[in-house]
């Protein structure tokens, strides 16, 4: 009968089993060597422009071998490098300005990294280096740029609220082109020139009124273009196919067809006075005062006019 106690059971082949041992150990070693070269590799096109690894990360070089951007393994970050400087300009992953993750970028004025945050802004004072002012280039803009009201535009509040100053001056006028420019008379402008006197019953039939605008004002003193375009529709200006308004300037115009009748009616009275009485005189002009070419600031020399031709009236009497 078995007495229990345990013993050992003898190798049958000690040496083999050393030299199993020794052969298992070879292939051990073997491996970690295959794997020691894999610690550190790179990978490169013909100009040197590549990637390099090793335990610290994986680097993406240029052909001067400066190293632009580093993945690292430690953390997985991201980091831009400056090739000119060998010096990190961005970083993407975990951040050295407060711990966090997500993006920062290096400050070179103040030598901190400042994190990129989504929908943030920075106070006009806190943006360092910039200039003290600002002078503009020379540039100009299509007015479709404009898409906002420009309250203190010229030709708005400034013409309001401003004497005009300069040493010449000229009414403006606006075309239906949207452009301003100058009210001309010079014969320069003009061409087909030929006399036109005004009915003086046509300017007499005019309407002297007072209103009130639509839009709200004081009361004024004028005409109605309607009335006017039904006697004078040489004053009349016309928008859009509708009558606007009246040429108030060119009304002193006709009223020179006017006064010339009432002159010519005046001198035949006076001629009729003095066949009924000899002795009547008409009276002379109370003022004499000769042409003054002082006025709108002509030139020191002033030039001869430019020649014109002025046809008579056609199709009426003058």
């Known amino acids: 009968m078995a007495d229990l106690i345990p013993r050992s059971i003898p190798d049958p082949d000690p040496e083999a089993r050393f030299w199993d041992q020794q052969a298992e150990a070879k292939k051990e070693v073997e491996r970690l060597q295959r794997g020691a070269p894999q610690r550190s590799m790179s990978i490169s096109d013909t100009t040197g422009a590549g990637i390099r690894a090793d335990t610290t990360g994986f680097y993406t070089v240029d052909a001067t071998g400066h190293t632009i951007g580093i993945l690292q393994t430690s953390d997985g970050t991201f980091v831009v490098y400056d090739p000119a400087s060998n010096q990190p300009r961005a970083r993407f992953g975990k951040l050295l300005s407060d711990g966090s993750y997500g993006g920062e970028i290096w400050d070179t004025v103040n030598g901190v990294w400042v994190k990129l945050v989504t929908g943030s802004s920075v106070s006009w004072a806190a943006i360092t280096g910039k200039p003290s002012t600002f002078p503009p280039s020379s540039h100009t803009h299509p007015g479709a740029d404009v898409t906002s009201a420009v309250a203190d535009a010229t030709g708005s509040s400034w013409g309001y609220n401003n004497n005009v100053g300069g040493t010449s001056y000229f009414a403006m006028w606006q075309g239906n082109d949207l452009k301003f420019g100058k009210n001309t008379s010079s014969i320069r402008y003009k061409e087909n020139a030929r006399e036109h006197w005004i009915d003086p019953a046509r300017v007499l039939a005019l309407l002297p009124v007072l209103y009130e605008r639509i839009n709200g004002g004081l009361t004024e003193f004028g005409l109605i273009a309607e009335q006017v375009a039904e ?88």
């Open 231 to 318: 006697h004078l529709p040489e004053l009349v200006q016309w928008y859009d196919g509708r009558i606007e308004s009246v040429r108030y300037d060119l009304l002193a115009v006709a009223l020179l067809g006017l006064l010339r009748h009432q002159e010519e009616r005046l001198g035949a009275l006076e001629a009729a006075m003095q066949q009924v009485l000899p002795a009547f005189a008409p009276p002379a002009a109370a003022w004499t005062a000769a042409p003054s070419t002082a006025c709108n600031n002509p030139p020191e020399v002033i030039p001869a006019p430019d020649p014109y031709t002025i046809a008579p009236q056609q199709g009426g009497t003058a």
